[in-house]
Nanobody, 114 residues
């Protein structure tokens, strides 16, 4: 059974940084394309960043040059480094497989506010 546990969220001022982490069990991040998603109040969940088996990364335009997705094969985790945060980044962030939506974790709240 696949389990996804996100952590690292919080409240930061605009321009601040956060690093999210997702502990994955049941599948290996080494052999699966993984992604971070987010859902803001009143909005649908959207794909924010993804990483393929070869390490290629993709980002939604609104976070390019600010967010970085990475995996740690030894710890079986997926991380999202978020810099230069903006109020519009406020959302609950989730990790999951890029193509197979396993049961969603509880997510981690990110709030960007002055």
């Amino acid at each position: 059974q696949v389990q996804l546990v996100e952590s690292g969220g919080g409240t930061v001022q605009p321009g601040g940084s956060l690093r999210l982490s997702c502990a994955v069990s049941g599948i290996s991040v080494r052999w699966n394309p993984m992604a971070w998603y987010r859902q803001a109040p009143g909005n649908e969940r959207e794909l924010v960043a993804s990483i393929t088996l070869s390490g290629d990364t993709n980002y939604v335009d609104s976070v390019k040059e600010r967010f970085t997705i990475s995996t740690d094969n030894t710890k079986n985790t997926v991380s999202l480094q978020m810099n230069s945060l903006k109020p519009e980044d406020t959302a609950v962030y989730y990790c999951n497989h890029l193509a197979i939506y396993y049961r969603w974790g509880q997510g981690t709240q990110v709030t960007v506010s002055s």
